[in-house]
Structure formats: structure tokens, C-alpha cells
């Protein structure tokens, strides 16, 4: 079984930057793909960010594209995303997950962090 916890999410002002963690129990470096997805009130969870086993690889949503990094440390048992320049549409419940491919959402769910950009 996959544990997922994410922690860093908080309150920050518009072109501000914060950075998302997830810890994974057990060893991720078995589990092929790792993402970030969100989803804000009213609306459905998208996609913000995937990455491969060994980091070579990633998958950004268009609307992040530029602003936001995501990273993992399979030593550590973590993935990261770095967001910078947020904007007020940035505002949801970010959640990590786990699994499937680059295409693929995982399995796999964290119990979400809320991100909130406002002045």
C-alpha cells in the first residue's frame, strides 16, 4: 500500500512562489511515475504536473507551463513542485499522486493541500 501525505501548501500574494512536497511510505523508486493534480471549487481535479521514474521526463499543464517545476528525490522518498509567479487561478486543493504513466492519472491519492493566492 501507497502512502501519500503532501505538506507546503498556505496562503501567498499574487507573483509569489510557494513549494509543494509529498513524502511517499515505502520506497518510490519502484513507482514508474509520480504527479501533481488540483482542482479548484465547483470544478473538476485536472492535471498540473507528472514526471518519470528518474525525473527525465515530465508533463505540464498548459496553464503552468513555465511558472511551475516539478522535482523528485527518489533517495528521499519525495516529490516537489515548485510554483512561482501564482496567480489568483492557481487557487485549489493540490494533490499528489501515484502511478500509471505520463498520460495516466495513478492510483494512488494524497489527501490534498490547499493552495490559496490572494491579495
Known amino acids: 500500500q501507497v502512502q501519500l501525505v503532501e505538506s507546503g501548501g498556505g496562503l501567498v500574494q499574487p507573483g509569489g512562489s510557494l513549494r509543494l512536497s509529498c513524502t511517499v511510505s515505502g520506497s518510490i523508486f519502484r513507482i514508474p511515475v509520480m504527479g501533481w493534480y488540483r482542482q479548484a471549487p465547483g470544478k473538476q481535479r485536472d492535471m498540473v504536473a507528472r514526471i518519470s521514474s528518474g525525473g527525465g521526463v515530465t508533463k505540464y499543464a498548459d496553464s503552468v507551463k513555465g511558472r511551475f517545476t516539478i522535482s523528485r528525490d527518489n533517495a528521499e522518498n519525495k516529490v516537489y513542485l515548485q510554483m512561482n509567479s501564482l496567480d489568483p487561478e492557481d487557487t485549489a486543493v493540490y494533490y499528489c499522486?501515484?502511478?500509471?504513466?505520463?498520460?495516466?492519472?495513478?492510483?494512488?491519492w494524497g489527501q490534498g493541500t490547499q493552495v490559496t493566492v490572494s491579495s
Open positions: 499522486n501515484a502511478g500509471g504513466s505520463l498520460v495516466v492519472t495513478g492510483a494512488y
